[in-house]
């Protein structure tokens, strides 16, 4: 069976950019108020950040075909995603306010963390695929006046680690090791694997 669009269950601006990059035709499926979607992304105790980001994401899949079947809207693929930043084995999720984003940011400064997203797809059939993009990201050393000027951009807020590669925080990324789509949000080679093997036409 062959699909020429899929369901993209995330508010990501970002995600939607990089399907674009692919050539794929998508549409929202977005979380109703009914639903609480920040719940799925609540860390368990002791839980390792590759464990965290694969359960997340297939909670957020499982939530999205739910929301399809609800809805009653035409039968397609779901694709969801779920990135996370790590400073050892601390998982950094998105900032609560401005002093947590600061804190964040101020933890990365002169730090080798590691950028994990996983990505998920399903279609109505039932065929489930997944995979595990895991970059490694360098920081220079930020004076603390720098980062308090990027916080009150809010460019930190909505992003795992307090921060976004392609904003003005890639001046403070000394190198890259892996996937900068991965980074990004949607690590696209490994997408574009994901949606051929469920025959997706992009």
Not at 80 to 102: H, N, Q, R, Y
Not at 113 to 134: C, F, K, M, W, Y
Request: aromatic fraction near 6%; include cysteine; charged fraction near 20%.
């Amino acid at each position: 069976m062959s699909f020429d669009f899929l369901y993209l269950a995330s508010q990501s601006p970002r995600r939607r950019q990089l399907l674009e990059q692919l050539g794929v035709r998508y549409e929202l499926l977005l979380p109703g108020p009914e639903e609480d979607a920040e719940g799925l992304e609540a860390v368990l105790p002791h839980e390792v950040p590759e464990h965290y980001v694969a359960r997340v994401t297939q909670a957020k899949l499982g939530a999205a075909l739910n929301r399809l079947q609800a809805r009653g809207l035409t039968p397609a693929p779901v694709l969801c995603s779920d990135t996370t930043v790590a400073l050892g084995g601390l998982i950094l999720g998105k900032p609560v306010d401005a002093e947590d984003a600061l804190q964040t940011l101020s933890r990365l400064a002169g730090q080798s963390h590691r950028v994990i997203t996983a990505v998920a797809v399903a279609t109505p059939a039932g065929q489930s695929e997944a995979a595990l993009n895991d970059s490694t990201v360098d920081f220079a050393d930020v004076d603390a006046e720098q980062l308090r000027r990027y916080v009150a951009s809010g460019e930190p807020f909505g992003k795992a680690g307090s921060y976004a590669i392609q904003s003005q925080a890639a001046a403070w990324i000394s190198r890259i090791e892996g996937s900068y789509s991965g980074i990004m949000g949607l690590p696209l080679f490994e997408t574009a694997q994901l949606l051929r093997k469920i025959g997706l036409r992009f």
